[in-house]
């Protein structure tokens, strides 16, 4: 469980580079992409679908973003593309593709549908996660302001 | 400023003229451009720009930004009416400068920044130095390999992992420069990723060629294109919203296409059917 979530930080890192995040934000990145896989895995783990899972990742994925993005006062983007990507259903597009050219379209459909069913969620939980008004993490955004107000003092 | 000096005016007495209103507009204009282009979802485009506007007193404008294309008026009805429009193609998700610009919009709404040194600012984000390829190559060898790894892969798959996910990357920024498709580009990307597994697998190595394949599309897929879509259509913004998530949904096809042709032509050479 220790090394998944190590290389889920890592992968989220790397995509840290490669979207080009600003250095000084690479570990946050890191760690909420860490925290997605980590409640994935959870979830499957309580024998939640694969959709539901990502679903629930997705939303603590954004929500986490928010929280970071309002006391890091960075856009949220920020921290929300690089976790994202150990969720997008990769595996979902390559077995669709491979049934098909095998010729059996039950299992394709199958698939398909799957992985329609995960980009969805993750759709949904995106939506979920920024419904919250945004106030609430501006209340937070001003508390670390004080913070380093008083600091300067 | 330069400007007023090249048409001498005098002072409305009545209203304060903005002379420089022009100039303001393209400052605002620009620094959306800069983040549309980089990957901003429209309300932060629509958002910054009017915020910069209303920061330098223009308080008459009009904003409207689609996925590919920005649209601003200022004092529509007044004598110094401009207008601007961008055609602003979808580029490379770069973060950097997005957070850039946002804390230079940021500082301007705080009115600390004059319009000179704003735009000397919007120059230094604008030619940030970017990332040197080698990292970008080797960003992405490490990601496949952890993708790999995470869905199932033994840490000997992920090795060759790495080496296509070096490889796919190296293919990616050549090919960019030389203005390649991205349609062409994701087709060719996926289906080198998976001769190349393939390949391995052909040899008689012991590897799960559908992992490795797997972690290495990883970086071909959507995943922007999509959570951005999500976020433009949540704030309203259908039409960009659905121009990227069109992208999102073509770019997973042209994936399953270069998968699709590479097994097929592998089946072709006598590979037969593959272990899943």
Redesign the interface.
Known sequence: MIV?LL??V??T???A??????RQ?YLYCAVNGGLG?MVYKFCLGCGIGVPVSSLWATLTLTLVARVLSALR???S??F??AG???L????G??????Y???NELSKCTAKGIETFKI?GA??LG??FG?ALPQSWFNRLGRLTDKKEAAGKI | MSKSKVHPRRENPVRKVQRNSKEILNLAVSMGEELLKN???IY?VQETVGRVMEAYGVQDYHVFVVTNGIFATVHEQEEDAGSMVRDVPLGD????????I??LS?EICQGSLSLGQAYERLEQCRNAT??RDV??VL??G??SA??C???GGTPFDSIFSFLLGLLLQAFLVAGTKRNVSKFLLNILGSALVTAGSLALYGMGLNVQS?RI??GG???L?P??A???G??DS?NGDYLSGGIRLMDALLT?IC???G??AS??IF?LLGGG??P?
């Open positions: 998944q290389v889920a890592i992968s890192l790397a995509f580079v490669l979207f080009h995040v600003p934000e896989w006062k960075m856009p983007t920020v929300l593309l994202i990507f150990t997008v259903p990769g595996s597009v390559y077995y669709t593709a491979y098909l050219i095998m980009a993750i759709v995106i939506i920024l | 990957g901003g979802e932060r998700i770069n973060l950097k400068k997005i957070a850039g946002n804390q940021r970017p990332l990292f970008l960003a992405c490490i990601e952890g993708f790894f995470l869905l559908d394949i797997i599309i990883i970086v897929m995943g922007v999509l959570v951005t999500i976020r949540f997973g994936i399953a296409v998968v699709g097994v097929k089946q059917a593959l899943i």
